[in-house]
């Protein structure tokens, strides 16, 4: 891995004065660079049609009639990625005069269909970013596919116990392999695509986010992976993003081992523990994450894609999204902190963090000695995973506008068919309690926590978009899974 890559790398920024008669050179710009990181002729077209929607609401919407404002649009390389933000420092975003004109930029944004993620920022006195995402033209592993591997329908023989395996880091150049193995697994279902294009996974790797050990058989094909990801190099926790066995070596206790590397991995590095969504149309993979050390945190109504499915463990006919439970495992000592739960959640919350052996001092809110204060501006982080159809809202500062905020956002999303939209709260802040009971009668629900996501803990609260759920199908490994799940579903009122 002697040619490591950047995180993200800054290819260009440029200023530009707020007016439309500098649109059509600046846009012209945005294309050739793009262009020039691979995007293919198409999706520069396309590109240039939504950055220029985002440039012109900077110019109609960010300043006061007469002011001479300007904005910056950056270019960006992301591992497998083309990113353009469009940042200005203009008046913050009013979301109730596009709620009146029953429009908004993040329902054009997704009218358009073109990003493969879109990131909405605010940030605070540095302004507000709209961040479009667009995965590279990479080859996909149908190119290294034999027309048998293709071949779902033929039988799959369990492989020899006798044979010698290898477990070890994965590197850059097993990438095709991988793509083949979860190719085995899923077929084209796995909800996270990129592990279907080789270049993306190397890029990943190469990176330093993405750390993976793989087991791979005498001839070097691989066989098994597991792979953790981090938001970025320093984040002190990482989540547990895939784990594959190919059918023909279930049953040879590989799972167990990567995951156990996975996790020595993350305490070498000193981080404070790996979360993970675990699926729940079987219990193998939340049983392994337990006799790791791994403790349920949550429960996520319908967090995965309808159109997954496993090869060899259920069939295809799946008409519906389906529950993943959420793992955390510990692996160093974190700080002692403060945490302040809503009340009527406490019980709960007092037994997963029991449960996960968790530093904190569990705190009321009117206990405190002085009146917390409130700014009038909230800042709500907002990413919209539209292959997936789910979109994530993380709240990095309360504001006294956080319902209006919430609300408007959570329309848009519903009104573009998002499934399963999820809001982080800040459970280190002594408002969380007040803005949790009032965002629950939006017809959001308690969903659990994700311990130390932003130098602390973040509350999950769910809503479901016209989204079915089955209950009894929902196969769980541990009594207090099940006792977390009907928690859960009572909290929803289903």
Do not use: W
């Not at 005498?218 to 784990?243: F, S, W």
């Not at 996975?262 to 523990?273: C, N, P, S, T, V």
Request: charged share 25%.
């Amino acid at each position: 891995m002697g040619n490591m890559q950047k995180e993200e790398q800054q290819i260009a920024r440029i200023r530009v004065i707020a007016k439309v008669d500098y649109l059509p050179a600046t846009i012209s710009f945005v294309r050739e660079v793009s262009t020039k990181l691979g995007l293919a002729s198409n999706d520069a077209g396309r590109l240039e049609l939504v950055v220029e929607e985002a440039c012109m609401n900077v110019i109609e919407h960010a300043f006061d009639p007469g002011e001479q404002g300007s904005f910056d649009i950056i270019i960006l390389r992301k591992p497998g990625q083309v990113a353009v933000a469009v940042e200005d420092q203009g008046l913050p975003f009013d979301f109730k005069k596009f709620e009146a004109e029953n429009d908004s930029s993040l329902g054009v944004m997704l009218m358009k269909a073109f990003a493969d993620e879109i990131h909405f920022l605010n940030l605070g006195r540095g302004g507000k970013r709209v961040e479009l995402i667009k995965n590279l033209p990479y080859k996909g592993v149908e190119v290294y596919l034999s027309e048998e591997e293709k071949e779902s329908t033929l039988p799959i023989q369990p492989a020899s116990k006798d044979i010698p395996l290898t477990i070890r880091l994965m590197r850059p150049d097993d990438s095709v392999s991988v793509s083949r193995c979860m190719y085995r697994c899923y077929g084209y279902t796995y909800s996270n695509d990129y592990v279907y294009f080789p270049d993306r996974i190397r890029d990943l790797l190469e990176s330093g986010l993405l750390a993976s050990y793989v087991v791979s058989t005498p001839d070097g094909e691989i066989v098994a992976h597991t792979a953790m990801y981090r938001e970025h190099l320093n984040a002190k926790i990482g989540e547990a993003v895939q784990a594959v066995v190919d059918p023909r070596y279930r049953g040879h206790g590989l799972f167990k081992k990567l995951h156990q590397l996975l996790l020595d991995h993350a305490k070498e590095k000193g981080m404070y523990g790996a979360y993970g969504e675990a699926v729940t149309v079987h219990p193998y993979t939340q049983k392994t994450s337990i006799s790791s050390g791994g403790r349920e945190v949550g429960i996520l109504l319908g967090f995965t894609p309808a159109t997954m499915f496993f090869k060899r463990i259920h069939e295809e006919n799946q008409q519906q999204r389906r529950t993943a439970v959420l793992l955390y495992t510990k692996t160093n000592e974190e700080p002692l902190r403060d945490v302040y739960p809503p009340f009527h959640h406490q019980t709960m919350l007092h037994r997963i963090y029991e449960r996960s052996k968790l530093n904190r001092n569990i705190r009321n809110a009117p206990d405190l000695k002085e009146q917390v204060e409130i700014p009038p501006s909230s800042r709500v982080d907002v990413k919209v995973q539209t292959g997936a159809s789910r979109a994530f809202m993380r709240v990095t500062e309360y504001g006294a506008d956080l319902d209006e905020l919430v609300r408007f956002r959570l329309r848009e999303l519903c009104l573009r068919r998002i499934d399963c939209i999820y809001l982080d709260l800040p459970l280190s802040h002594p408002a969380t309690p007040k803005f949790c009971a009032s965002l629950e009668m939006l017809g959001f629900s308690f969903a659990g926590i994700i311990p130390e996501m932003f130098d602390g803990d973040a509350l999950r609260l769910q809503y479901l978009n016209n989204v079915d759920i089955a209950p009894e199908e929902t196969q769980l490994a541990s009594d207090f899974g099940k006792e977390l799940l009907a928690y859960v579903i009572q909290a929803k009122g289903a």
